[in-house]
């Protein structure tokens, strides 16, 4: 991520980051994830299409 100097790059590391830790939660047992949009969706669209 501090390597990363684009914008579109670091939003897509969140992205991949979020995705990992969901399997690692599911994994783990846990049942259920609240995601947070912030009044930007487009990143937890990406994530919950990854995921579902």
Do not use: C, S
């Amino acid at each position: 991520m501090e390597k990363a100097r684009d914008k579109k790059l670091i939003f897509n590391i969140g992205i991949e980051w979020a995705i990992q830790q969901y399997k690692e939660l599911k994994n783990y047992g846990v049942k259920v994830i609240h995601y947070y949009t912030m009044d930007k969706p487009e990143n937890i669209y990406k994530i919950v299409q990854a995921i579902y």
